[in-house]
């Protein structure tokens, strides 16, 4: 990973946004699949949504994966204001491009300073599995956090009280049990699963998820073969009766714009909950089972459900996981089209 030392502050436009790949790839997304693409033309970049890195059992829709792909682009932006680099985002309404944002340097976009103070915290966050400090998240932080989502004109709701965690917990429970029932499911979560020495730039580790190296070994045999769904399940629920914050992150529709700014919103707030000492965590199940989402749209009153968080301050670190270089996410548009033509062929 290049250094801040590194940006060509005297470079072409081109070579500055290629800079700020390297940031943009930090996202989180669904299992570390990293679903983005950067194809580079004269002087601009445009975002592109990875399908060949897809969940089709767990995401057949790609949801998660444009979510992701709006993160990345939020760290971008995030870096872009940090070096001063003023950026005009052009943004595809159409549901089936693959092309999501267009991303060019312009003087007459103005800098975006507020962004710039969370730039520190995008090597830092991490998604943290472990338990959090009972109590840790109050009102007025849930406030804030709220303001931040609307400001991407996404709603977030949060829950402290016991009735709330409670039903949101069952919630859970019942779709890790559905989903892990499913042979489809679990081979293809086993597939992103690695042991903790792998030398793979994709994908989850076992220390992510809390194994140890012997139980890292075997957990994608595990996974692959066995409906281990009960635990899973009993585990989860207590993780979210416990969470001192719970939090629905919904939209008021459920198109490539919307998730793009979800995931915008997403990557907003964990990097202001890092700048903030807290910890997040992903309970995304029951917005994964078409079923659960609706009822769980109906439990809190939102229109569409996109993302469940976890949120607290936490009690042990959490390491990071690899990425993909920006190197191997970024193409020139030369080359791309080559590739769309071989697939036509
Ligand atoms: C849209 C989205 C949904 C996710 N859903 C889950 C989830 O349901 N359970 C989970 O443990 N992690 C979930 N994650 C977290 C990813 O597994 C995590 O971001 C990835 O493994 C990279 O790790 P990092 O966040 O520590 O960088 C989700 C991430 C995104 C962006």
Known sequence: MPTEADFPANGSDLEKLRFLVNYAVLAPSSHNSQPWLFITHDNRISLHADRTRGLPVADPHDREL??????????????????????????????????????????????????????????RRVTNRFPYQPGSVSAADLHAF?????????????????????????????ADKQQLASDAFRRELAGWLHHNRTGSLDGMPGYALGFGDLMSLVAPLVVRTFDIGEGVAARDRDLAEHSPA???????????DDWIRTGEALQHLLLEATRRGFAA??????????????????????RFPQVLLRLGKP???????????????????????????????
């Open 66 to 123: 444009v979510i992701s792909c709006g993160s990345a682009l939020f760290n971008l932006r995030v870096a872009a204001a940090h070096f001063g680099v003023p950026l005009s985002i052009e943004r595809n309404p159409d549901d089936h491009e693959d092309r999501l944002v267009n991303i060019a340097i312009d003087p007459k976009a103005g800098s975006h300073d507020t962004l710039a103070a969370l730039f520190e915290a995008i090597p």
């Open 146 to 174: 709220a303001e931040l989502c609307a400001s991407h004109a996404v709603s977030l709701r949060g829950y402290s009280d016991d009735a709330s965690r409670h039903a949101i917990a069952e919630r859970v429970a019942e």
């Open 246 to 256: 719970l939090c629905v992150l919904s939209t008021s529709a459920d198109h490539h």
């Open 281 to 302: 965590s992903f309970l995304n199940q029951p917005v994964e089972v078409d079923r659960l989402r609706l009822d769980l749209a109906q439990h809190v009153g939102a």
């Open 315 to 345: 009690t042990r670190e959490a390491k990071a996981t690899a990425r993909r270089p920006a190197d191997a996410v970024t193409i020139d548009a030369g080359l791309h089209e080559n590739y769309r033509a071989f697939q036509g062929f």
